[in-house]
């Protein structure tokens, strides 16, 4: 059932959130795509995470935002010095990317625009920046329609290499772009001729095929790129609809499989200047890892599938409004939705919860069989005992939210919980193997960055217990940091010292091709098993 929400409203950046009671404030923060630092973990102990409370009145004054929860609609200012990053000199709004470039990319006209993609395999997103004034003005994100042909980025090779694949999949890519630009334009009231810089962050494929670059070379070993980005080109000549002189920044690859987004992400979080070693995993359709230890950078990518943005998922949808974002089992099923309206689907981040919780609650066993209501050893309430249910064809569900007037149906059934185990296991295989090929132990990493616009938030515990992250990690140690490729895209609109950094970041890091590893399918197999 759906639970009474909050509404939190972050200042200066204007963002309002609807979060369950309880929820921490840097949990509602990262909800709504502000990062605050929090260098010890979330223990309270830095006090890096300083945070004001406007509203309610009577509960106003600093407080750490690691440490306070929601209790009531409330006004949180969150002062420049409390983000991740701080990039004075590059932007005035204070969520935006923060990397100290002593340049600016500067533009003498009244109205002069620029917007950041991230290309992702399952879904788009996009954000229009005032380049005067270097500050976000609108965000978007839609699906990505070449899902059409094909959910991951081999099947979308393979389509490639069909008489005019290439250009169905290039012109569907594009006119997406093209519809987000649109999108961004209503939003500010602005022409598409405003519009004079775009920066694309994505993986190696998705950067290939928004080029209209034959991937075929990606498709077999040594899966090796033949276009490497880095480069500006005209917006004309690729048929994107801004200013008829405007210009197009692709981000530089890593290699076959780690591409511009994994380099935005690294970019965006000035990943040599943290605590080392650490790790940044970027979960999407394609999960890419990237260790750093003394510094040293070497980069994966593992093939997750879609199942983390809602697709693929019986009753799944992006994190977008009318999803089911976090999920609860208590005395019945509990749930927050985006937008605090009647249910539609659910998305990554609830995907992640209701997997832990019915691991949690017996429901589901450690091979990720929906057991029989016979079968389930702890004692449970009632309520959740008759959200238990068979199809026509004896198949098991769980029904997350039950069908009525105002919204359909929401279920996990045994297909989903074997997509999840498959997308779980792709990402902690890979992060095994990387730390393996470092000497490193998982209780060896100072810090954990977790990327990915899949969803909103997700509780470290329920990542680990799902086994998403090795349990070993002090969960403490671990920061979930949003959509970093399209907050890289960002940089990259306003510096050309980020474009250059982007480029020097990509040549120095070290490509790891998983699928070729000995290890990697031994590995995968034992963490298709959930943690006990």
Do not use: W
Not at 46 to 56: A, D, F, G, L, T
Not at 154 to 166: E, F, M
Not at 455 to 468: D, E, M, P, T
Request: proline share 5%; charged share 25%.
């Amino acid at each position: 059932m759906g639970q009474q929400q909050y509404k939190v409203v972050f200042q200066p950046q204007g963002r309002m959130v609807s979060v369950l009671p309880g929820t921490k404030i840097i949990e509602a923060a990262a909800v709504a795509g502000i990062i605050i630092d929090t260098p010890c973990g979330g223990k309270g102990t830095c006090k890096k995470c300083k945070i004001k409370v406007v509203q309610p009145r009577d509960k106003a004054g600093e407080c750490l935002a690691c440490q306070t929860a929601v209790f009531a609609d409330m006004v949180i200012e969150v002062p420049r010095n409390s983000l991740l990053t701080r990039l004075d000199k590059i932007a005035i709004s204070s969520d935006m990317p923060t990397i100290e470039f002593d340049d600016n990319r500067t533009c003498d006209k009244e109205k002069c625009f620029g917007v950041a993609v991230d290309v992702g395999t399952t879904t788009l997103a996009a954000s229009l920046v005032c380049l005067s004034k270097r500050a976000e003005i609108a965000v978007t994100s839609a699906m990505n329609p070449q899902i059409a042909c094909g959910d991951d980025v081999v099947s979308r090779i393979n389509h490639a290499s069909l008489p005019s694949g290439l250009s169905e999949l290039q012109t569907l890519i594009i006119s997406r772009t093209n519809e987000l630009v649109g999108t961004l334009c209503r939003q500010a009231e602005i022409e598409r001729q405003d519009i004079y810089e775009l920066t694309i962050a994505g993986n190696t494929t998705m950067e290939h095929l928004f080029c209209g670059v034959d991937p075929e070379p990606l498709g077999h070993l040594p899966f090796e790129p033949i276009y490497r980005g880095g480069n500006e080109c005209l917006a004309a000549d690729l048929k994107i609809g801004i200013n008829p002189k405007g210009k197009v920044y692709i981000f530089p690859v890593i290699g076959g499989f780690v591409g511009g987004d994994t380099v935005a992400g690294m970019l965006a979080t000035d990943i040599l200047k943290q605590s080392q070693p650490i790790l940044f995993v970027d979960i999407g359709t394609n999960g890419e890892i990237v260790l750093v230890k003394d510094d040293k950078i070497i980069a994966a990518s593992t093939a997750a599938g879609p199942a983390f943005e809602g697709a693929g998922i019986s009753c799944g949808m992006r994190a977008a409004a009318g999803a089911i974002e976090k999920i609860k089992i208590e005395d019945d099923c509990v749930y927050g939705v985006i937008g605090d309206g009647h249910p539609s689907g659910i998305c990554g981040s609830a995907i992640i919860d209701i997997a832990a919780e019915l691991l949690n609650a017996g429901i589901v066993d450690m091979t990720g069989r929906l057991v029989e209501p016979d079968e389930i050893k702890t004692k449970l309430p009632q309520k959740i005992m008759n959200r238990l249910a068979k199809d026509e064809n004896g198949r098991p569900f769980f029904v997350i939210a039950k069908e009525s007037e105002n919204n359909p149906e929401i279920k996990i059934t045994q297909r989903d919980i074997r997509q999840v185990q498959l997308a779980v296991a792709a990402i902690r295989a890979g992060i095994i193997i990387m730390l393996k090929k470092a000497d490193l132990k998982p209780c060896d990493l100072k810090r954990v960055l977790v990327a990915g616009g899949f969803g909103s938030f997700i509780r470290r515990n329920h990542a680990q217990r799902v086994g998403l992250l090795p349990a070993e990690i002090n969960h403490e140690k671990i920061s979930f940091i949003g959509n970093t490729s399209l907050a890289g895209a960002k940089l990259a609109l306003l510096s050309n010292k980020a474009r250059l950094k982007s480029v020097e970041l990509a040549e120095r890091t070290e490509h790891l091709e998983l699928s070729v590893d000995s290890d990697f399918q031994n590995e995968f197999a034992e963490a298709m098993i959930f943690p006990s």
